[in-house]
Protein backbone atom coordinates (compact mmCIF):
# COMPACT_ATOMS: atom_id res chain seq x y z
CA UNK A 1 0.00 0.00 0.00
CA UNK A 2 2.76 2.35 1.45
CA UNK A 3 4.54 1.47 -2.28
CA UNK A 4 1.49 2.48 -4.35
CA UNK A 5 0.90 5.55 -2.56
CA UNK A 6 4.46 6.62 -3.24
CA UNK A 7 4.49 5.73 -6.76
CA UNK A 8 0.95 7.75 -7.19
CA UNK A 9 3.16 10.64 -5.48
CA UNK A 10 6.15 10.22 -8.20
CA UNK A 11 3.91 9.87 -10.92
CA UNK A 12 2.86 13.96 -10.02
CA UNK A 13 6.24 15.08 -9.62
CA UNK A 14 6.85 13.51 -13.03
CA UNK A 15 4.11 14.98 -15.07
CA UNK A 16 5.96 16.24 -18.45
CA UNK A 17 6.00 20.39 -17.66
CA UNK A 18 5.03 22.40 -15.18
CA UNK A 19 2.01 21.19 -12.81
CA UNK A 20 0.92 24.59 -12.44
CA UNK A 21 0.99 25.75 -16.25
CA UNK A 22 -0.95 21.82 -16.84
CA UNK A 23 -3.78 23.61 -14.15
CA UNK A 24 -3.77 27.51 -15.77
CA UNK A 25 -4.70 25.73 -18.78
CA UNK A 26 -7.23 23.35 -18.55
CA UNK A 27 -8.76 26.22 -16.42
CA UNK A 28 -8.58 28.48 -19.05
CA UNK A 29 -9.45 25.95 -21.72
CA UNK A 30 -6.10 26.98 -23.86
CA UNK A 31 -2.44 25.53 -23.89
CA UNK A 32 0.15 27.92 -24.14
CA UNK A 33 3.31 29.28 -22.29
CA UNK A 34 2.75 31.01 -18.48
CA UNK A 35 4.59 33.79 -17.12
CA UNK A 36 6.38 33.31 -13.83
CA UNK A 37 4.16 35.43 -12.54
CA UNK A 38 0.88 33.18 -13.76
CA UNK A 39 2.05 30.28 -12.08
CA UNK A 40 3.40 32.17 -8.68
CA UNK A 41 0.02 32.37 -6.97
CA UNK A 42 -1.19 28.59 -8.32
CA UNK A 43 2.28 26.99 -7.14
CA UNK A 44 1.33 28.40 -3.56
CA UNK A 45 -2.14 27.00 -3.75
CA UNK A 46 -1.21 23.64 -4.38
CA UNK A 47 2.03 23.49 -2.52
CA UNK A 48 4.11 23.27 -5.58
CA UNK A 49 7.11 25.72 -4.43
CA UNK A 50 7.35 23.56 -1.62
CA UNK A 51 10.34 21.06 -1.20
CA UNK A 52 9.38 17.32 -2.59
CA UNK A 53 9.59 15.50 0.84
CA UNK A 54 7.59 18.43 2.02
CA UNK A 55 5.08 17.91 -0.56
CA UNK A 56 5.19 13.74 -0.13
CA UNK A 57 4.61 14.76 3.79
CA UNK A 58 1.72 16.76 2.86
CA UNK A 59 0.55 14.37 0.57
CA UNK A 60 0.40 11.14 3.19
CA UNK A 61 -0.89 12.99 5.71
CA UNK A 62 -4.06 13.91 3.44
CA UNK A 63 -4.60 10.33 2.70
CA UNK A 64 -4.54 9.62 6.02
CA UNK A 65 -7.45 12.35 6.90
CA UNK A 66 -9.05 10.84 3.79
CA UNK A 67 -7.95 13.53 1.31
CA UNK A 68 -7.14 12.48 -2.18
CA UNK A 69 -6.52 15.59 -3.19
CA UNK A 70 -8.52 18.32 -5.70
CA UNK A 71 -8.91 17.88 -9.13
CA UNK A 72 -7.41 20.20 -11.37
CA UNK A 73 -9.84 19.84 -14.25
CA UNK A 74 -13.11 20.04 -12.32
CA UNK A 75 -12.09 21.71 -8.74
CA UNK A 76 -13.77 19.49 -6.46
CA UNK A 77 -12.79 16.92 -3.81
CA UNK A 78 -11.06 14.09 -5.94
CA UNK A 79 -12.91 11.85 -3.46
CA UNK A 80 -16.27 13.24 -4.15
CA UNK A 81 -15.40 12.34 -8.03
CA UNK A 82 -14.79 8.87 -7.13
CA UNK A 83 -17.19 8.46 -4.92
CA UNK A 84 -20.24 9.61 -7.59
CA UNK A 85 -18.84 6.17 -10.17
CA UNK A 86 -17.96 3.96 -7.13
CA UNK A 87 -20.69 2.11 -6.52
CA UNK A 88 -21.72 1.45 -10.46
CA UNK A 89 -18.10 0.02 -10.77
CA UNK A 90 -18.14 -2.24 -7.69
CA UNK A 91 -21.88 -3.77 -9.09
CA UNK A 92 -20.20 -4.61 -11.87
CA UNK A 93 -17.42 -6.29 -10.42
CA UNK A 94 -18.94 -8.06 -7.47
CA UNK A 95 -21.05 -9.11 -10.54
CA UNK A 96 -18.45 -10.59 -12.82
CA UNK A 97 -16.81 -12.11 -9.59
CA UNK A 98 -20.10 -14.19 -8.78
CA UNK A 99 -20.58 -15.07 -12.67
CA UNK A 100 -16.84 -16.14 -12.81
CA UNK A 101 -17.14 -18.53 -9.71
CA UNK A 102 -20.94 -19.61 -11.34
CA UNK A 103 -19.03 -20.39 -14.47
CA UNK A 104 -15.99 -22.17 -13.28
CA UNK A 105 -17.76 -24.54 -10.55
CA UNK A 106 -19.82 -25.20 -13.38
CA UNK A 107 -17.46 -26.07 -15.86
CA UNK A 108 -14.91 -28.00 -13.36
CA UNK A 109 -17.42 -29.76 -11.76
CA UNK A 110 -18.75 -31.13 -15.23
CA UNK A 111 -15.17 -32.01 -16.79
CA UNK A 112 -12.56 -33.08 -14.08
CA UNK A 113 -11.54 -36.24 -13.33
CA UNK A 114 -13.24 -37.51 -16.96
CA UNK A 115 -11.73 -39.02 -20.00
CA UNK A 116 -7.88 -38.10 -20.90
CA UNK A 117 -9.95 -36.27 -24.06
CA UNK A 118 -12.39 -34.55 -22.21
CA UNK A 119 -9.63 -33.04 -19.72
CA UNK A 120 -7.47 -32.08 -22.32
CA UNK A 121 -10.75 -30.02 -24.05
CA UNK A 122 -11.30 -28.69 -20.91
CA UNK A 123 -8.16 -27.23 -19.90
CA UNK A 124 -7.62 -25.93 -23.55
CA UNK A 125 -11.03 -24.17 -23.17
CA UNK A 126 -9.68 -22.63 -19.78
CA UNK A 127 -6.68 -21.30 -21.49
CA UNK A 128 -8.54 -19.60 -24.38
CA UNK A 129 -10.67 -18.36 -21.83
CA UNK A 130 -7.89 -16.81 -19.41
CA UNK A 131 -6.19 -15.26 -22.66
CA UNK A 132 -8.88 -13.54 -24.74
CA UNK A 133 -8.54 -9.93 -24.65
CA UNK A 134 -11.83 -8.29 -22.74
CA UNK A 135 -11.77 -5.51 -25.05
CA UNK A 136 -12.11 -8.06 -28.28
CA UNK A 137 -14.59 -10.11 -26.65
CA UNK A 138 -16.38 -6.85 -25.21
CA UNK A 139 -17.29 -6.43 -28.74
CA UNK A 140 -18.31 -9.63 -29.47
CA UNK A 141 -20.74 -9.96 -26.81
CA UNK A 142 -22.21 -6.58 -28.46
CA UNK A 143 -22.16 -7.77 -31.53
CA UNK A 144 -23.74 -11.07 -30.92
CA UNK A 145 -26.46 -9.91 -28.64
CA UNK A 146 -27.01 -6.80 -28.74
CA UNK A 147 -27.17 -6.08 -32.45
CA UNK A 148 -27.91 -9.47 -33.45
CA UNK A 149 -29.95 -10.76 -31.35
CA UNK A 150 -31.93 -7.61 -29.74
CA UNK A 151 -32.14 -9.02 -25.94
CA UNK A 152 -29.74 -6.33 -24.29
CA UNK A 153 -29.17 -2.42 -24.77
CA UNK A 154 -26.36 -1.95 -27.17
CA UNK A 155 -24.59 0.90 -25.19
CA UNK A 156 -25.89 2.11 -21.25
CA UNK A 157 -28.97 1.64 -20.07
CA UNK A 158 -29.71 0.65 -16.46
CA UNK A 159 -31.06 -2.74 -14.80
CA UNK A 160 -29.64 -6.26 -14.98
CA UNK A 161 -30.13 -6.35 -18.66
CA UNK A 162 -27.50 -3.49 -19.16
CA UNK A 163 -25.09 -5.56 -16.40
CA UNK A 164 -25.17 -8.54 -18.26
CA UNK A 165 -22.93 -8.08 -20.77
CA UNK A 166 -20.25 -6.04 -19.56
CA UNK A 167 -20.37 -8.64 -16.23
CA UNK A 168 -19.87 -11.68 -18.34
CA UNK A 169 -16.81 -9.54 -20.34
CA UNK A 170 -14.98 -9.59 -17.25
CA UNK A 171 -16.34 -13.08 -15.75
CA UNK A 172 -15.11 -14.95 -18.46
CA UNK A 173 -11.32 -14.31 -18.91
CA UNK A 174 -11.71 -14.70 -15.23
CA UNK A 175 -13.36 -18.13 -15.03
CA UNK A 176 -10.68 -19.56 -17.30
CA UNK A 177 -8.09 -18.34 -15.29
CA UNK A 178 -9.58 -19.82 -11.68
CA UNK A 179 -10.95 -22.80 -13.55
CA UNK A 180 -6.93 -23.33 -14.42
CA UNK A 181 -5.95 -22.83 -10.31
CA UNK A 182 -8.92 -25.49 -9.21
CA UNK A 183 -8.82 -28.67 -12.06
CA UNK A 184 -5.79 -29.58 -10.35
CA UNK A 185 -6.71 -29.65 -6.61
CA UNK A 186 -10.05 -30.75 -7.65
CA UNK A 187 -8.92 -33.94 -9.85
CA UNK A 188 -6.57 -34.36 -6.37
CA UNK A 189 -9.64 -34.66 -4.31
CA UNK A 190 -11.35 -37.36 -6.28
CA UNK A 191 -8.79 -39.73 -5.53
CA UNK A 192 -9.29 -39.12 -2.15
CA UNK A 193 -10.52 -41.87 0.26
CA UNK A 194 -13.70 -39.66 1.59
CA UNK A 195 -14.91 -39.52 -2.20
CA UNK A 196 -14.56 -43.82 -2.35
CA UNK A 197 -16.45 -43.72 1.38
CA UNK A 198 -18.98 -41.31 -0.56
CA UNK A 199 -19.72 -43.25 -3.39
CA UNK A 200 -20.05 -46.48 -1.15
CA UNK A 201 -22.65 -44.82 1.18
CA UNK A 202 -24.89 -44.23 -2.08
CA UNK A 203 -24.41 -40.71 -2.99
CA UNK A 204 -24.92 -39.68 -6.71
CA UNK A 205 -21.38 -38.25 -8.78
CA UNK A 206 -22.67 -34.96 -8.79
CA UNK A 207 -23.35 -34.84 -5.38
CA UNK A 208 -19.89 -36.18 -4.18
CA UNK A 209 -18.67 -33.41 -6.66
CA UNK A 210 -20.19 -30.92 -5.10
CA UNK A 211 -20.57 -31.42 -1.57
CA UNK A 212 -17.29 -32.92 -0.88
CA UNK A 213 -14.81 -32.78 -3.81
CA UNK A 214 -15.34 -28.67 -4.51
CA UNK A 215 -14.77 -27.74 -0.69
CA UNK A 216 -11.71 -29.56 -0.93
CA UNK A 217 -10.74 -27.87 -4.21
CA UNK A 218 -12.17 -24.28 -3.49
CA UNK A 219 -9.28 -23.11 -1.37
CA UNK A 220 -6.94 -22.32 -4.24
CA UNK A 221 -9.42 -20.31 -6.68
CA UNK A 222 -10.46 -18.60 -3.23
CA UNK A 223 -6.90 -17.08 -2.39
CA UNK A 224 -6.71 -15.94 -5.84
CA UNK A 225 -10.18 -14.12 -5.54
CA UNK A 226 -8.49 -11.20 -3.88
CA UNK A 227 -6.39 -10.56 -6.93
CA UNK A 228 -9.75 -11.25 -9.20
CA UNK A 229 -11.93 -8.86 -7.72
CA UNK A 230 -8.92 -6.01 -8.24
CA UNK A 231 -8.63 -7.57 -11.42
CA UNK A 232 -12.26 -6.75 -12.27
CA UNK A 233 -11.91 -3.21 -10.77
CA UNK A 234 -8.91 -2.40 -13.11
CA UNK A 235 -10.56 -4.30 -16.44
CA UNK A 236 -13.26 -2.24 -15.60
CA UNK A 237 -11.55 0.65 -17.30
CA UNK A 238 -11.61 -0.80 -20.53
CA UNK A 239 -15.54 -2.36 -20.36
CA UNK A 240 -16.98 0.75 -18.77
CA UNK A 241 -15.83 2.38 -22.30
CA UNK A 242 -17.05 -0.31 -24.52
CA UNK A 243 -20.55 -0.44 -22.90
CA UNK A 244 -20.82 3.30 -22.26
CA UNK A 245 -21.22 2.47 -18.68
CA UNK A 246 -20.99 4.57 -15.85
CA UNK A 247 -18.22 3.85 -13.34
CA UNK A 248 -14.42 4.78 -12.07
CA UNK A 249 -13.28 3.41 -15.17
CA UNK A 250 -14.52 6.32 -17.48
CA UNK A 251 -13.27 8.74 -15.03
CA UNK A 252 -9.59 7.41 -15.50
CA UNK A 253 -9.73 7.85 -19.43
CA UNK A 254 -11.23 10.90 -18.89
CA UNK A 255 -8.28 12.16 -16.18
CA UNK A 256 -5.97 10.58 -18.29
CA UNK A 257 -6.95 12.60 -21.49
CA UNK A 258 -7.06 16.15 -19.47
CA UNK A 259 -3.74 15.26 -17.90
CA UNK A 260 -5.42 15.21 -14.43
CA UNK A 261 -3.13 13.75 -12.10
CA UNK A 262 -5.11 13.92 -8.78
CA UNK A 263 -7.83 11.84 -10.01
CA UNK A 264 -5.47 9.21 -11.76
CA UNK A 265 -3.10 8.87 -8.95
CA UNK A 266 -6.47 8.97 -6.54
CA UNK A 267 -7.99 5.83 -8.15
CA UNK A 268 -4.90 4.26 -7.95
CA UNK A 269 -4.62 4.66 -4.37
CA UNK A 270 -8.34 3.44 -3.80
CA UNK A 271 -7.32 0.18 -5.89
CA UNK A 272 -4.35 -0.46 -4.45
CA UNK A 273 -6.29 -0.39 -1.04
CA UNK A 274 -9.07 -2.56 -2.33
CA UNK A 275 -6.61 -5.22 -3.05
CA UNK A 276 -5.02 -4.85 0.36
CA UNK A 277 -8.22 -5.01 1.80
CA UNK A 278 -10.11 -7.60 -0.17
CA UNK A 279 -6.91 -10.40 0.59
CA UNK A 280 -7.55 -10.06 3.91
CA UNK A 281 -10.91 -10.52 4.19
CA UNK A 282 -10.13 -14.05 2.03
CA UNK A 283 -7.39 -14.58 3.40
CA UNK A 284 -9.52 -14.88 6.50
CA UNK A 285 -11.94 -17.06 4.82
CA UNK A 286 -9.69 -19.63 3.40
CA UNK A 287 -8.30 -20.41 7.19
CA UNK A 288 -11.83 -20.50 8.07
CA UNK A 289 -12.67 -23.27 4.88
CA UNK A 290 -9.55 -24.81 5.33
CA UNK A 291 -8.17 -24.89 9.28
CA UNK A 292 -4.50 -26.02 8.12
CA UNK A 293 -3.82 -22.44 6.79
CA UNK A 294 -4.28 -21.16 10.54
CA UNK A 295 -0.77 -22.37 11.01
Known amino acids: MWGAVTVAFLAQLAQPGDRAAVILNLRTGQTQER ?4 LAPVNAEYGFDAPPFEQYLSYLGGL ?10 QHRPVWDMIAE ?27 AGRSPRVR ?17 L ?4 LLVFALELGWVPVVGGNGPAALLLPALTLAIPLAGFLGQATRAE ?11 SARVRGMGDLGVRLRHVLRHAAVPPLTLSGWALGATVSGAVIVESVFNRPGIGRVLVSAIEAQDLPVVTGIIVLIAALYVLVNLAVDALAALIDPRLKA
Open 85 to 111: QLGATVALSLTALVLAWVLMVAWVTLT
Open 186 to 196: FELALARPFVL
Open 120 to 136: SLASTVEVFAASVPQYW
Open 138 to 141: GVLL
Open 35 to 38: TPAE
Open 64 to 73: LRGDLGVSYQ
